[in-house]
């Protein structure tokens, strides 16, 4: 049995890892696949890989690309989720900020450094014509972190999937202005270099199994209830999420990947452009 980790965020996107984790479908292929979940998000994941806390993340797209452009030894070996993230820009319901206009200028709650919630800060301020440069942000960790600071003024908009914070909108903590989708797919998974070269094959039959989960994961029965149990939303949310979610069975091509690097160049998320191969691995 060989132990290998792997971390994502606690959303519903990952269902399908904990499915296939309970019902002992990596186990019966000698795997010990342990699963963490990562509230802070794609900054906290990307030091989990450099540091060695994981083997495996299940990882937004810009996030995991900027950082192996900065040195992090992982590649990506597989597009997880291949539709956009939808995330909802959120203000403080008490607060007088109605439109996306009210909020140039305005400081902006980010999990952490180089978090999706920063990079699509910039993002929405390309979309809006904003000067990206003037951006200003506070580091809240997690959504709790958020909640908090925009309701003591020490933020004043956050950025986070739009379907996991609508709780907090149905109960009148967060009023949401606005969406902003990712121009790109928005999770994949991604591997230490050190764990794809020493167990190749391994990796190879963890994406065989995940891909045989989402390739049918809409078709579970009552798929939906379970979902919106589980992540505390309402039915019918979870199955517009659903109608709106596409899993993938395969990587990046290289079109898509320096379509994504350019598009990543251009938001000024990243300062430099690498190789196809230094962040894509075909397995």
């Given at each position: ?165 609508k709780p907090l909108v149905d109960s009148g903590v967060f009023r949401k202005i606005g969406d902003c989708p990712t121009p790109w797919p928005c999770f994949v998974i991604a591997v230490r270099d050190e764990i794809l070269n020493k167990h190749p094959k391994i990796v190879s039959k963890i994406l065989e199994i995940i891909n045989s989960k989402t390739a049918t994961f809409k078709k579970i029965p009552s798929i939906d209830a379970v979902l919106a149990a589980k ?53």
């Amino acid at each position: 049995m060989t132990t290998i980790k792997i971390a994502g965020v606690p959303e519903h996107f990952n269902l399908p890892w904990h499915l296939a984790i309970e019902n002992g479908d990596f186990n019966a292929n000698e795997i010990n696949l342990q699963w963490t979940d990562i509230p802070e998000g794609t900054g906290k994941l990307c030091q989990m890989l450099r540091n060695g806390e994981t083997d495996i993340a299940v990882i937004l797209t810009a996030g995991i690309l900027k950082d192996i452009a900065a040195g992090n030894a992982s590649k990506i070996v597989q597009i997880y989720v291949e539709s956009s993230l939808i995330w909802g820009i959120h203000v403080a319901a008490i607060s007088n900020y109605y439109e996306l206009s009210d909020l140039e200028n305005k400081k902006v709650a980010i999990s952490r450094l180089g978090s999706g919630s920063q990079l699509m800060a910039f993002v929405n301020a390309n979309n809006q014509g904003w000067k990206s440069d003037s951006l200003a942000f506070e580091i809240v960790n997690t959504i709790d972190g958020a909640v908090a600071a925009l309701t003591n003024g020490t933020a004043d908009y956050f950025m986070w999937e739009r379907f996991m914070t609508k709780p907090l909108v149905d109960s009148g903590v967060f009023r949401k202005i606005g969406d902003c989708p990712t121009p790109w797919p928005c999770f994949v998974i991604a591997v230490r270099d050190e764990i794809l070269n020493k167990h190749p094959k391994i990796v190879s039959k963890i994406l065989e199994i995940i891909n045989s989960k989402t390739a049918t994961f809409k078709k579970i029965p009552s798929i939906d209830a379970v979902l919106a149990a589980k992540y505390y939303q309402k039915i019918e949310d979870i199955q517009e999420w659903l109608q709106l979610t596409t899993w993938s069975q395969s990587n990046l091509s290289e079109a898509q990947f320096e379509t994504i690097q350019n598009q990543l160049f251009d938001l000024g998320i990243t300062d430099k452009k690498i190789e196809f191969r230094k962040a894509i691995s075909e397995i």
